[in-house]
Structure formats: C-alpha cells, structure tokens
C-alpha cells in the first residue's frame, strides 16, 4: 500500500457491499445449528443480517460421529440423520416462509471441518455460530474458535445467553474505527444493516493511554508532554470521525459518533457495548496492525469472546504475499489517529 493510498477517503456507498460474491455466487449465510438449547439463538439474527444484505440464508447442521470406540451401526447412523434433517427442517419452517425460505444443508464428520469445507471458497460470504455452546461468559467455544481460525469467511458470533427470540431487530449498530482503510471496510455492511433495520450508527475510536518508560518518577515536561499528547489524540479522532460522518450524510441512517480515551483499547470498547446500549457491533477482523497471519486481531478477538451481543466481524481479502497492510509504505509516520481495533 503506497503512502497516497492510506489517505484515500474509503469507499462508503452501501452499494459497495455486494449482494453476489466470487464466482458469480449469491451471498450467502450459513447459520450452524446443533441439537442444543441455545444453538437455536443464532437463526434469527442470521435471518436478519442475510435480509439486510440481499442475501439467502442456509441451515448448516453436521451430524458427528459418536465418541465411543463401539462398532459402527449403519442403522442407528441413519436415524440420527433423520432426526437431524427433521429438526434442522422444523428451524426452517419456524423462521422462514413463503417469500424467504431457508434452504438446510445436513453434513457428517467433525463440526469445525465440515462447517470450514463447506464454506471455503465463498470469499463474501458469512458463517453465524453461537460463540459458546453454553451459558458460561468471557470464552469462546471449541467449535466457534476453530471456525474462526480456519474459515475465511466474515463470521457473525452470537452469545448463548442473548435472549431468545423468534425475529432479531436492533436499534443501535456499533463500529469501532481506528483510522485505518481495514477498519473502515466494515462501514458499508453496517451502513446497510442500520437502513434495513431503521437502526442508529455509532461510530467509535478508542484512544490508548499514553505509555512512558518508567524508570523514574516522571518530570513535569512529562507531564506536559502527556497532556499535549492526550489532547492531540483527542483532537485528531474527533476530526477524523466526523470526516467519516459527512461522508455518510447520503445514505438514510442516523450516525452518531462517540470517542472513548485514555485506556486499553479492548477493554474501552467493550464497556462501550453496555455504555451505548449497543444490540450489534460490525466491525473488521484486522486494524491498524494489519498483520495477514493471523485469523483476527488481538481487540477483535477479544471483543468476540467479551461481547454480550451479537458481533459481526467482517473479513477483507489479505493481498498474497503481503505481512503487513503498511509493508510496502514508503513512511513508517503516523497518518490517522491510533488506537488499534483488531
């Protein structure tokens, strides 16, 4: 990325989300259901996301193989997928109708193997999945981590303990930015959730804590140095969000935004969540640290796996060859105001 592309305004028309993705496919959301009581919780909020996007929506459910090292029973294999087609069929016809039916997709083997072949190469597309598969807070499931490990997809995690509804609806859509192109990538998927559902936009930068060696008590010219620093932050996040607020001013929702300061990032944000009554955060997997390897960054994982409500974490496509989204930057100087999301 060239240093005159960093300042480039992003790409924010709702428009530019696309309702088809690679190969001329139609987007689509794959909502991974189990037996479970709470895996249920996660069909209405994909329904409400795919509605959103011009997407369909799919049921994914993997019969597994026992655990026992028993002899393997053709019969009994055959009803537990018979079982398994007629209650993912009754999910179906519980939040689908006529006009927007839910297609079922039954698959066998391991969970997180089945779920990740089923959607590799739908570059696009989302995979929605309870983030735990009981009522334990702050984690993320073995299922649910390995998805987002291995799935290149966007993934839209819902906590086993949202409430149970039959149509999912939200009034506030949260968006943390950090001034960085990939963070910014998530705003047209927001935009176009928030016009569907009536929904106000809260866009949110978290400025850290200005960190000083401390091999001593600090000076007063610290101190000054400091407060400068703070206030600059404060001052250059302030405009930087409502650049991106005037770029926003034609499409039909209600944008807001909101600067938390002078902490650690991941935890900033999430307190933010409860703060802003938040029903929904959209936000990209990667920031300002841009680093490729990694499934995720280290604020979006953490907001994963501490958020008490839906997350969607939008994927943007890893340029090959490419470490890092600044690697190729002929300065290594700060461009936007920092305060790392992801």
């Given at each position: 990325m060239s240093k005159s592309s960093t300042a480039k305004q992003p790409v924010l028309d709702?428009?530019?989300?696309?309702?088809?993705?690679?190969?001329?496919?139609?987007?689509?959301?794959?909502?991974?259901?189990?037996?479970?009581?709470?895996?249920?919780?996660v069909v209405p909020h994909a329904r409400a996301i795919a509605q959103a996007l011009g997407g369909a929506l799919s049921l994914l459910h993997v019969v597994e193989p026992g655990k026992s090292h028993a002899p393997f029973d053709p019969v009994e294999w055959d009803i537990r997928k018979r079982e398994a087609r007629m209650y993912v069929s009754r999910l179906a016809k519980r939040f689908g109708d006529e006009a927007d039916k839910i297609s079922v997709q039954l698959l066998e083997g391991r969970s997180a193997d089945q779920i990740g072949e089923c959607t590799a190469g739908r570059v696009g597309d989302i995979t929605a999945l309870c983030s735990n598969d009981d009522l334990v807070a702050d984690h993320i499931g073995e299922t649910a981590r390995r998805v987002l490990e291995n799935s290149g997809s966007s993934i839209l995690l819902v906590p086993s303990a949202v409430p149970e509804v039959e149509e999912a609806s939200y009034r506030r859509i949260l968006v943390p930015l950090d001034g960085s192109p990939r963070s910014e990538s998530a705003i047209p998927t927001a935009v176009r959730i928030a016009v569907?559902?009536?929904a106000e936009l809260i866009l949110i930068h978290a400025t850290p804590k200005p960190e000083f060696l401390r091999t001593a008590a600090l000076e007063p010219e610290d101190v000054e140095l400091y407060e400068q620093l703070s206030q600059r932050n404060a001052l250059a996040a302030r405009k930087y969000?409502?650049?991106?607020?005037?770029?926003?001013?034609?499409?039909?929702?209600?944008?807001?935004?909101?600067?938390?300061?002078?902490?650690?990032?991941?935890?900033?944000?999430?307190?933010?969540?409860?703060?802003?009554?938040?029903?929904?955060?959209?936000?990209?997997?990667?920031?300002?640290?841009?680093?490729?390897?990694?499934?995720?960054?280290?604020?979006?994982?953490?907001?994963?796996?501490?958020?008490?409500?839906?997350?969607?974490m939008v994927r943007t496509p890893v340029v090959a060859g490419s470490d890092h989204i600044y690697s190729s930057a002929e300065s290594k100087g700060a461009r936007r105001p920092h305060g790392t999301v992801g």
């Open positions: 709702q428009a530019s989300v696309p309702t088809r993705v690679a190969n001329n496919q139609t987007l689509r959301v794959f909502a991974c259901v189990d037996t479970s009581s709470v895996s249920a919780r569907h559902q009536k969000l409502d650049r991106i607020r005037q770029s926003l001013a034609h499409c039909d929702v209600v944008v807001r935004t909101v600067i938390v300061k002078n902490g650690d990032v991941r935890r900033l944000l999430a307190d933010a969540i409860s703060v802003q009554s938040a029903d929904l955060l959209v936000m990209s997997s990667h920031g300002h640290s841009g680093y490729g390897d990694v499934p995720a960054g280290d604020v979006s994982r953490f907001i994963l796996s501490r958020s008490n409500i839906p997350v969607l």
